[in-house]
């Protein structure tokens, strides 16, 4: 019952006794010390009888009760009424009436109710607890969750055991039973003939939270994962995934923490018929029985307070393991290793990239593999008044089939910051750069703006700019208001863009990120050239409990000639699209963020997209939507898209809540000629409820997806998820 579970009227005895009780104390450690309101002895008997809030002490032991007799003869403690019992671990049993050695330290409690130091109660009919300081009740309960309500009332644990026979033993902080039952709440229990498991931090073996699945391919799936504590730092887990349409999969990780860092491994592994697309090469279904599996490895390391070493290592043997098993949706795995080195003024790293794709269509072999990607940089304060960084960068890129590219680099730029008399911020800027690249097959490459000349090429850039932006501040409207306006100028030679190759920045668009950045391609590959003025303005509202934050910008440049960005990303004309973004928010209810590109030409919006949370932490609505209307149809990277996401979570009680969100594709072939969707394609959704406490996590979900991807098929899935916080690891 509930109120077995409940705290007791008494305080646990203090720590240590009182300033005067600690001078009256005997020298010897192991003898009793005690206070109470009144002592009596009876000479003929050989009993000392303590009444009124009794405390006695010995060797980190203590105890609390309205009555003590003591029997000097058979060395029996006999304790009534509200006790308390504390030993040198911190653990406290409550009870009626206890009878314990003059030790303190082994006795049977009566009505018993132990309170565990680190967390979890045991309450029982009666026990006892030996000399070292193993406790064993019988008839009882066992929970670590809240017994009572945030009023303060009593009520009834989210889940319990219940036993014949339990077993504490604080030397390896585990409680095992004999004849137990779990309950939940008040369903009838679950058998648990033989069980045992950790309390507090530690941990230890053991079979962990199963759980179910179903879904259309693979049909009912059971997963039971096994816990071995290998050592107080490293662990390993092994889970079988067990299913109805499917051979069996194994799953397990490996952690482990060292001096240095820590690093983690995630194998999965079956063997099955595997699928990566619907036809093959030569129009036949490929679909065969073999290994598939994947890897998954994480590794971070300190070595001193300036190097680090960092790698992740993601592989899979075939495009739809992933899909096909629910591990992931990426369409990419990346695979890097990187060394660095990090000062106060110098930044070092070596990086080794791979990537595997998991596209339909893509040629795996096409993927370029990035070994080395060395970059060093070094900052110089107080250079002309002002700070000067240098760069070297070198990238070597190899692939299987296609294009190969190496290409080194060094540059220097100058910055140079002043505000004047009237609050302008002034920032000069000197940029020079030069660089070698050599290209190999350069006709595997299809778009031609990418290619770059055959062998070895040279490039210089260089380029100037002066940034200036003039705040003003002051009240408006019961708060502070603040306009900037903003004037960049940057002076650029023609640069020879398409004697090299592109290999770093194929994705151009212009947005409120980089409207006033000195090169708005995103990589080292192009560089924008000419010269231009960009102008814009930012504005921002505080007031209390609610703010904005705005930018627009815009962009003229002087050149006539032909650009290299191509039409539709807002830059291929003298004059720019126009570039936003708005911030608005109201204390932690509301965030919206809108960014959107206007056509120069009528206004139309080239770029509309809203990112939008509304509510509290327990019921909240998240709203995204992208519509890309570029109209760009030559170039790979940059297809028009439309796509909404939606997601929101409902309190619907105090521990329960409903949830739910979906992704709807809105491109039509009108936006892009590659597209299969209609205008509204469900891409995939989520439904379910859930109920979360301070000790039991319980939910129910249902997951549609609407695609096919090989043997990864679209359909109903559902996943029942019941895991109980505080119970071992």
């Given at each position: 019952m509930a109120q077995d579970l409940q705290d007791r009227a008494v305080a646990p005895p203090p720590a240590e006794a009182a300033p005067a009780e600690a001078a009256a104390a005997p020298a010897a450690s192991d003898e009793i010390r005690f206070t109470a309101d009144q002592v009596e002895y009876d000479s003929e008997t050989d009993i000392v009888t303590a009444t009124g809030d009794v405390r006695m002490f010995r060797e980190g032991d203590r105890l609390r009760a309205d009555k003590v007799s003591w029997n000097r003869k058979s060395g029996q403690v006999v304790a009534e009424g509200d006790i308390a019992v504390t030993n040198p671990q911190g653990d406290v049993a409550y009870g009626d009436r206890i009878e314990l050695t003059d030790t303190l330290k082994d006795g049977m409690i009566q009505n018993m109710l132990v309170v565990l130091d680190e967390g979890g109660r045991i309450a029982a009919r009666s026990g006892n607890r030996n000399a070292g300081g193993i406790i064993q009740v019988e008839q009882a309960t066992y929970s670590p969750c809240a017994v009572t309500n945030s009023e303060g009332c009593p009520k009834q644990p989210s889940w319990q055991i219940t036993a014949v026979r339990v077993t504490y033993d604080p030397t390896d902080h585990r409680i095992r039973y004999s004849g137990a039952q779990l309950k939940l709440f008040s369903l009838p229990g679950i058998p648990l003939p033989s069980f045992s498991h950790v309390v507090g931090g530690g941990s230890a073996g053991g079979v962990l939270t199963p759980s179910l699945r179903i879904d259309r391919v693979n049909g009912l799936e059971v997963t039971v994962p096994y816990y071995f504590a290998l050592a107080p730092n490293r662990d390993l887990t092994v889970t079988p995934h067990i299913f109805t349409n499917a051979l069996p999969m194994l799953q397990a990780e490996y952690r482990q923490l060292t001096d240095t860092g820590a690093y983690r491994v995630i194998g999965y592994g079956t063997y099955g018929r595997r699928t990566d697309a619907m036809m093959g090469s030569d129009g036949e279904v490929n679909s065969k029985r073999a290994f598939r599996g994947y890897l998954d490895a994480v590794g971070n390391f300190q070595l001193d307070p300036n190097w680090s070493v960092s790698t992740s290592l993601r592989l899979q043997t075939d495009d739809t393991f992933l899909r096909r098993y629910d591990i992931s949706r990426e369409d990419r795995l990346r695979n890097n290793v990187a060394v660095q080195r990090i000062d106060e003024n110098s930044y070092f790293s070596v990086n080794a990239w791979a990537v595997q794709t998991m596209r339909l269509g893509d040629n795996q072999k096409m993927q370029p593999v990035a070994l080395p990607v060395v970059d060093y940089r070094r900052r110089f304060q107080n250079i002309a008044g002002g700070v000067l960084q240098l760069q070297a960068n070198t990238l070597a890129l190899f692939r299987e089939e296609g294009q190969d590219t190496q290409r080194a680099f060094a540059a220097a730029q100058w910055d140079l910051r002043r505000v004047t008399d009237w609050g302008q911020q002034l920032t000069l800027t000197a940029y020079a750069r030069g660089d070698i690249y050599n290209t190999n097959d350069t006709l595997e490459t299809m778009v031609a703006s990418?290619?770059?000349?055959?062998?070895?090429?040279?490039?210089?850039?260089?380029?100037?700019?002066?940034?200036?932006?003039?705040?003003?501040?002051?009240?408006?409207?019961?708060?502070?208001?603040?306009?900037?306006?903003?004037?960049?100028?940057?002076?650029?030679?023609?640069?020879?863009?398409?004697?090299?190759?592109?290999?770093?920045?194929?994705?151009?668009?212009?947005?409120?990120?980089?409207?006033?950045?000195?090169?708005?391609?995103?990589?080292?590959?192009?560089?924008?050239?000419?010269?231009?003025?960009?102008?814009?303005?930012?504005?921002?509202?505080?007031?209390?409990?609610?703010?904005?934050?705005?930018?627009?910008?815009?962009?003229?440049?002087?050149?006539?000639?032909?650009?290299?960005?191509?039409?539709?990303?807002?830059?291929?004309?003298?004059?720019?699209?126009?570039?936003?973004?708005?911030?608005?928010?109201?204390?932690?209810?509301?965030?919206?963020?809108?960014?959107?590109?206007?056509?120069?030409?009528?206004?139309?919006?080239?770029?509309?997209?809203?990112?939008?949370?509304?509510?509290?932490?327990?019921?909240?609505?998240?709203?995204?939507?992208?519509?890309?209307?570029?109209?760009?149809?030559?170039?790979?990277?940059?297809?028009?898209?439309?796509?909404?996401?939606?997601?929101?979570?409902?309190?619907?009680?105090?521990?329960?809540?409903?949830?739910?969100?979906?992704?709807?594709?809105?491109?039509?072939?009108?936006?892009?000629?590659?597209?299969?969707?209609?205008?509204?394609?469900?891409?995939?959704?989520?439904?379910?409820?859930?109920?979360?406490?301070?000790?039991?996590?319980?939910?129910?979900?249902?997951?549609?997806?609407?695609?096919?991807?090989?043997?990864?098929?679209?359909?109903?899935?559902?996943?029942?998820?019941?895991?109980?916080?505080?119970?071992?690891?």
């Amino acid at each position: 019952m509930a109120q077995d579970l409940q705290d007791r009227a008494v305080a646990p005895p203090p720590a240590e006794a009182a300033p005067a009780e600690a001078a009256a104390a005997p020298a010897a450690s192991d003898e009793i010390r005690f206070t109470a309101d009144q002592v009596e002895y009876d000479s003929e008997t050989d009993i000392v009888t303590a009444t009124g809030d009794v405390r006695m002490f010995r060797e980190g032991d203590r105890l609390r009760a309205d009555k003590v007799s003591w029997n000097r003869k058979s060395g029996q403690v006999v304790a009534e009424g509200d006790i308390a019992v504390t030993n040198p671990q911190g653990d406290v049993a409550y009870g009626d009436r206890i009878e314990l050695t003059d030790t303190l330290k082994d006795g049977m409690i009566q009505n018993m109710l132990v309170v565990l130091d680190e967390g979890g109660r045991i309450a029982a009919r009666s026990g006892n607890r030996n000399a070292g300081g193993i406790i064993q009740v019988e008839q009882a309960t066992y929970s670590p969750c809240a017994v009572t309500n945030s009023e303060g009332c009593p009520k009834q644990p989210s889940w319990q055991i219940t036993a014949v026979r339990v077993t504490y033993d604080p030397t390896d902080h585990r409680i095992r039973y004999s004849g137990a039952q779990l309950k939940l709440f008040s369903l009838p229990g679950i058998p648990l003939p033989s069980f045992s498991h950790v309390v507090g931090g530690g941990s230890a073996g053991g079979v962990l939270t199963p759980s179910l699945r179903i879904d259309r391919v693979n049909g009912l799936e059971v997963t039971v994962p096994y816990y071995f504590a290998l050592a107080p730092n490293r662990d390993l887990t092994v889970t079988p995934h067990i299913f109805t349409n499917a051979l069996p999969m194994l799953q397990a990780e490996y952690r482990q923490l060292t001096d240095t860092g820590a690093y983690r491994v995630i194998g999965y592994g079956t063997y099955g018929r595997r699928t990566d697309a619907m036809m093959g090469s030569d129009g036949e279904v490929n679909s065969k029985r073999a290994f598939r599996g994947y890897l998954d490895a994480v590794g971070n390391f300190q070595l001193d307070p300036n190097w680090s070493v960092s790698t992740s290592l993601r592989l899979q043997t075939d495009d739809t393991f992933l899909r096909r098993y629910d591990i992931s949706r990426e369409d990419r795995l990346r695979n890097n290793v990187a060394v660095q080195r990090i000062d106060e003024n110098s930044y070092f790293s070596v990086n080794a990239w791979a990537v595997q794709t998991m596209r339909l269509g893509d040629n795996q072999k096409m993927q370029p593999v990035a070994l080395p990607v060395v970059d060093y940089r070094r900052r110089f304060q107080n250079i002309a008044g002002g700070v000067l960084q240098l760069q070297a960068n070198t990238l070597a890129l190899f692939r299987e089939e296609g294009q190969d590219t190496q290409r080194a680099f060094a540059a220097a730029q100058w910055d140079l910051r002043r505000v004047t008399d009237w609050g302008q911020q002034l920032t000069l800027t000197a940029y020079a750069r030069g660089d070698i690249y050599n290209t190999n097959d350069t006709l595997e490459t299809m778009v031609a703006s990418y290619r770059g000349n055959e062998g070895i090429s040279t490039r210089a850039i260089g380029a100037l700019a002066l940034d200036v932006q003039w705040p003003f501040i002051g009240e408006a409207f019961g708060g502070t208001q603040r306009i900037t306006p903003r004037l960049q100028t940057v002076v650029s030679p023609r640069t020879a863009n398409l004697s090299v190759p592109n290999e770093d920045s194929r994705a151009v668009d212009l947005d409120d990120s980089n409207i006033f950045a000195l090169n708005r391609f995103s990589g080292y590959d192009r560089f924008e050239d000419s010269t231009r003025f960009t102008y814009g303005l930012d504005y921002a509202l505080f007031l209390p409990g609610f703010e904005i934050n705005a930018s627009v910008g815009q962009s003229y440049r002087l050149s006539n000639r032909e650009t290299i960005l191509p039409s539709g990303t807002g830059l291929d004309d003298r004059l720019s699209d126009i570039v936003g973004r708005t911030e608005i928010r109201y204390r932690d209810f509301v965030q919206i963020t809108h960014r959107y590109r206007l056509d120069k030409d009528g206004l139309a919006v080239r770029r509309n997209e809203i990112d939008a949370a509304i509510g509290s932490r327990q019921t909240y609505i998240l709203v995204g939507y992208l519509r890309l209307n570029r109209d760009i149809d030559v170039i790979e990277d940059l297809q028009d898209r439309e796509e909404l996401r939606v997601g929101a979570r409902v309190k619907i009680g105090r521990f329960w809540s409903a949830f739910g969100s979906a992704t709807i594709d809105l491109t039509d072939q009108r936006e892009d000629i590659f597209s299969a969707s209609d205008g509204f394609d469900a891409i995939r959704h989520r439904l379910g409820v859930a109920y979360e406490d301070d000790c039991l996590r319980l939910g129910a979900t249902w997951k549609r997806d609407y695609q096919d991807n090989g043997d990864a098929r679209g359909g109903n899935s559902y996943l029942l998820t019941l895991a109980f916080k505080n119970l071992g690891r």
